[in-house]
């Protein structure tokens, strides 16, 4: 019998520039939940962000939408426009959506969400006909008020028949359980009618603010005696009017990938075919799944197919082998030094994606506090003649005017000041490198070695390394800091032509200066003595760092349990029980979390420290912004041996890091067996909850364990990660098809002196395809059979689209 399905998952990539038509300091986020906020670009019309973000997301949603907001130092910021985009309009794109898109006007009466539970019933007997609507409660409705919250009420609409339940003030999770019921004539039982819901917001003063609202087809009272569930509040249905690029557009690229998950069991087969690659490697090293896997894999897909694999080998512990079978193929078919990992290739896009997931803490480590000292101090810098401004520049000399000499000799000593901090933090960083990290460096330093024994190929095997070390991880995060999560926000132009230097200077250091003076930028000369005299170091560094036992390396986690997965200063407020929560109640602490425990102290060096086991946790989830009338703040529910829940709220300085900090702690918690269904977005005062002003202790609204924005630190998942190889194989399937085919022809031209080699090779490769080609046989049929009993189990209850 076959099991159940998995959670099915949904990643949503999102790349962003825009351009307006007005002057702003522009940003933009998600409406109804804001999953992200791009850093605020000052006093610009054509701002560029150039941000990316990966976000995990349940089935359920319907919509993702964009606004476009100016940020106001003082009051509220102003909304410019938005774009809303259904997860249909994205879905229906296979290659994702890339265009600009213009800003529609917002209409409050479109701006609503959240669901209202419902009872419905057609009731007859011999004298009259009725509608009987038991409105029970609604949850997450859209707050209307000053303070966050609204005073919700719903109408029941039926032709000219209307009846409306109390108003319950204050409270965006109102709990009615009011019947209400309408007598009706029997020609007005007409099926093609609908029975119309609609939930609003009570104002004392003026006219009330639409909330949302259902419509259940006649059809469905007709056929079902009873019809109760949630339903989803839509809006009114005006549609969006196109301002006609009058208020600016904005350039997205979104790509959604949806997958249904099947049990373990059913991607065993093909997991048993990718470790057989790396730990039973075949003579013809063309011949093994791995290397069919690259041949059908597209050059657009090559890195998220790369990052892909180093999961599944983190997950089966076998990432060195898989890694050193990708580098030693690329290395034996290299035949020019010069060009060795300079293509996109699946190597070289492997062990990219494999510093960035074993690496990322290690990277912060090395590098953040220079980064932060360079955004701190904010130094005119430059060394190019023809881009130098003497007008951009402070006054360096009380004696006159600055000069071109003075600002470039201010700007070399800067810079080798930072660079030679960059390179001393680099070099001085062995024992922080991760030891799986080593170990691959390690062996790819042997291959290399192995492949290029002459004596002016001698530096070679220092640039394999280097380049990936350098050019491929440490120089990209100086340039983009904000990409790599070293900073909230993009620097500004003075800062990131100091970037752009710097990452130029430790390229130059990767490749251990040997193209020094041939380039186009002699203006850069004054910093090759600098990196010249480096050159020796970082060969003593790189030969310190692969000197590691390869045997005792753990090579399954993406970071071992004592590492810290995210750490920095929050403000926290533990609450127990029935009791009043000020809003100044919140302390400033330092927070560590790692995959064992949530902890804080008052400072970052105080030794005393309280900690949270992570197996305790059950829910981590925001708090309505009226509970502590603070911005920002969230909760993490906690279970003790005796089943007593226990809750710490915990605020964050700005709507980015309350994301990260929700999203890491789902993450590290996300195999726990007693997570809450639901959960209360409020605070418990004065005897109950300020969210749904219920006294009882079950939630009124749905946790959200399933949402987290994807980053290095995702939890490895070998079914979710073998379900995306499968369908790169089953893109590629024709192509597997045709290896049989090219091999009996090579076969049948193929000389008699060499036709048995041959003949073998052939026959083995065509034997993987074979197996490859029935694993993705039998993965189709078990996906075809679990749609085929969905649709099966469906109920013919009609629900909202």
């Known amino acids: 019998m076959l099991c159940n399905l998995h959670e099915k998952h949904v990643i949503l990539r999102a790349f962003t520039a825009a351009t307006f038509t007005m002057i ?38 319907h919509s993702l939408s964009f606004h476009v907001m100016d940020e106001d130092t003082i009051g509220h910021d102003d909304v410019i426009g938005k774009i809303t985009l259904s997860k249909d309009t994205i879905g ?14 917002v209409d409050p009466d479109e701006e609503v969400q959240g669901e209202i539970h419902l009872s419905l019933a057609l009731l007859k007997d011999a004298e009259k006909f009725s509608l009987r609507c038991q409105v029970i409660e609604a949850r997450d409705l859209a707050p209307r008020d000053i303070s966050g919250t609204s005073d919700p009420f719903a109408r029941v609409l039926f032709n000219n028949h209307s009846a409306e339940t109390s108003i319950i003030k204050k409270t965006r999770f109102p709990h009615w359980g009011e019947t209400l019921e309408l007598e009706l004539d029997p020609e007005e039982l007409r099926e093609d009618n609908a029975v119309t819901v609609e939930v609003w917001d009570w104002d004392m003063v003026g006219k009330n603010d639409f909330l949302g609202k259902v419509e259940i087809p006649f059809a469905c009272l007709h056929k079902t005696p009873l019809l109760e569930g949630w339903f989803r509040l839509l809006p009114l249905g005006n549609n969006e009017v196109d301002a006609g690029g009058k208020l600016g557009a904005l350039r997205l690229k979104v790509r959604l990938v949806e997958d249904r998950i099947l049990p373990s069991m059913y991607y065993q087969p093909l997991i048993d075919l990718l470790v057989e690659s790396v730990i039973s490697p075949a003579e013809v090293e063309d011949s093994s799944a791995l290397t069919m896997l690259e041949d059908v894999t597209t050059v657009e897909s090559r890195q998220d197919v790369a990052m892909t694999l180093v999961k599944i080998y983190l997950g089966q512990g076998l990432v060195v082998p898989f890694l050193d079978y990708l580098n030693t193929r690329e290395v034996n078919h290299t035949t020019d030094p010069n060009t060795l990992f300079r293509s996109n290739s699946l190597a070289s896009k492997a062990m990219e994606q494999f510093m960035k997931a074993v690496g990322m803490l290690y990277l912060h480590e090395v590098l953040k506090p220079i980064i932060n000292r360079i955004f701190d101090e904010k130094k005119y810098i430059e060394l190019d003649p023809c881009k130098i401004d003497l007008n951009r520049t402070r006054r360096i000399s009380f ?39 080593r170990v691959a460096f390690k062996q790819l330093h042997k291959r290399v070695e ?17 380049g990936f070390f350098f050019l491929r991880f440490f120089a990209p995060a100086i340039l983009t800091p904000k990409l790599f999560q070293l900073r909230d926000q993009h620097a500004d132009t003075r800062t990131s032509r100091t970037l752009l230097l710097l ?141 007593q829940l226990h809750t710490m709220y915990i605020q964050c300085k700005n709507v980015n890091e309350l994301n990260q900090w929700l999203s890491a702690i789902r993450k590290v918690s996300i195999y726990n067996e007693r997570m809450l269904p639901s959960f209360h977005p409020g605070a418990h005062r004065s005897g109950k909850w300020t969210c749904c002003l219920q006294a009882d202790r079950a939630g009124c609204s749905r946790t959200h364990s399933a949402v987290t924005l994807g980053d290095w630190s995702d939890p490895l998942d070998p079914d979710v990660e073998t379900q995306t190889i499968y369908k790169q194989l089953l893109q590629g399937r024709d192509k597997l098809r045709s290896v049989s085919v090219n091999i009996l022809r090579l076969d049948a031209v193929t000389l008699p002196d060499t036709r048995g080699l041959c003949c073998s090779t052939g026959m083995h490769r065509q034997s993987v395809a074979a197996r490859l080609l029935a694993v993705i046989e039998d993965l189709e049929q078990a996906h075809t059979t679990f749609q085929r009993r969905e649709k099966e189990d469906a109920t013919s209850v009609i629900l909202n689209p």
Request: charged share 20%; glycine share 4%; aromatic share 10%.
């Open 24 to 61: 702003s300091d522009p940003f933009y986020f998600h409406v109804k939940c804001v999953f992200f906020r791009t850093a605020t670009v000052w006093k610009n019309l054509n701002p560029f962000w150039g941000e990316e973000y990966t976000l995990h997301l349940p089935m359920g949603f």
């Open 92 to 105: 229906s794109q296979a290659k994702g959506l890339d265009s600009w898109l213009n800003l529609t006007r």
């Open 399 to 437: 004696k006159g005017a600055v000069s071109e000499a003075e600002v470039r000799d201010s700007s070399v000593e800067m810079l080798q000041s930072y660079l030679t901090s960059i390179i001393e933090s680099i070099v001085g960083s062995v024992d922080q490198c991760p030891p799986v990290m």
């Open 450 to 466: 192995e492949q290029f024994t002459e004596p002016e190929n001698e530096d070679v095997k220092y640039l394999a390394i280097s």
């Open 503 to 643: 990452a130029k200077a430790l390229q130059s250091v990767g490749n251990l200066g040997l193209q020094l003076g041939h380039g186009k930028e002699q203006w850069m000369a004054p910093l090759h003595p600098i990196i010249l005299r480096s050159v020796a170091s970082v060969k003593d560094f790189l030969d310190k760092l692969i000197d590691i036992d390869h045997d005792v390396v753990p090579q399954r986690a993406v970071f071992m349990p004592s590492v810290t997965v995210k750490e920095g200063y929050l403000n926290k407020h533990k609450a127990e029980g029935p009791q009043l929560l000020s809003r100044f109640a919140f302390k400033k602490r330092y927070f560590w979390l790692t995959s064992e425990t949530l902890s804080y102290a008052k400072t970052s060096d105080w030794q005393v420290r309280s900690s949270i086991p992570i197996q305790c946790v059950c829910a981590v989830e925001r708090v309505d912004e009226n509970a502590f009338q603070q911005q920002n703040v969230m909760q993490v529910i906690t279970q003790d041996n005796d089943g």
